[in-house]
């Protein structure tokens, strides 16, 4: 590692031309790591009841004032000349420093599809996550069909995400884009899909059905995962559901976000 010698008991003398290097050497290491990057202030709760709140979407994608879970949505696809992949990229509020993130939070979001229309296939819900030091993907389950509102909920976990570049540490480091699919139907022709987000969220993980707030609807969530044996439950991360599960997520409920 660049700098271990200098840790070692007996001081390292270094030659002018040597240290010179060594100077060089770490301003550009320096250079790469981002500096003063801030953690997303938990939760973030975009409900886009008044506007898509920031949210990056594509020309297939338009903020609609009804229709959603309640209220307004993102809908996707509408007619769009460049058959654009209908997703939303979240506005800064959500992103930079993860590393204090990894396996406490939630990424939460509603999701339906109100016509498949002419289907090829359908792919699982999707959820990406990239930035300079890597792209980790979230495949969810995948829908049978037309669907009602349905909370989808992707644990901020490595065990959860499939790393397709980089390191999941180094991705978490410096989140610079989070990425929520819409559109999950591929049609054959003459009949597009319909469908809609809503309601996204980035939550600690006491907030257990990541719908960003704190109160008893968690707790029951976590007693009904804790007697199902979900792995989700498993607050202190030794592989057993026990009450030591249940004190863990007592004391981060009663902490707060």
């Known amino acids: 590692m660049l700098g271990s010698p200098l ?98 939070a939630l990424i939460g979001f509603d999701h339906r599809i109100f016509d498949a229309g002419t289907v090829n296939f359908i792919i699982p819900y999707k959820v990406v996550l990239s930035g300079p030091g890597g ?12 669907t009602p509102w349905t909370r989808l909920v992707a644990p901020v976990h490595a065990s959860a995400w499939a790393v397709q570049s980089g390191t999941w540490a180094g991705l978490l480091a410096n989140v610079t884009d989070l990425t929520i699919q819409i559109e999950i139907v591929d049609n054959v022709c003459c009949v597009e899909d319909q469908a809609g987000l809503d309601n996204a969220v980035l939550t600690c993980r006491a907030d257990f059905n990541a719908d960003g707030g704190l109160d008893t609807l968690d707790v029951l969530a976590f007693l009904n995962a804790f007697n199902a044996a979900d792995s989700r439950a498993d607050f202190t991360g030794d592989g057993e559901l026990d009450s030591l599960d249940f004190l863990a997520f007592l004391n981060e409920f009663n902490a707060g976000c």
Do not use: K, M
């Not at 495949?139 to 069909?145: R, V, Y």
């Open 135 to 146: 792209r980790a993907q979230w495949d969810g389950p995948t829908a049978g069909g037309a």
């Open 7 to 104: 840790a070692r008991d007996r001081p390292v003398r270094l030659g002018r031309g040597r240290r010179y290097v060594r100077a060089l050497v770490a301003a550009a290491a320096a250079a790469c790591v981002p500096s003063g990057l801030a953690q997303p202030a938990l939760p973030v709760v975009s409900g886009f009841d008044l506007s898509a709140e920031g949210w990056t979407i594509p020309a297939s994608v338009e903020w609609r004032g009804a229709g959603g879970n309640p209220g307004g949505y993102l809908h996707g696809p509408i007619p769009d000349p460049h058959n654009t992949v209908a997703a939303a990229r979240a506005p800064a509020a959500y992103l930079g420093d993860w590393s204090t993130l990894d396996g406490r």
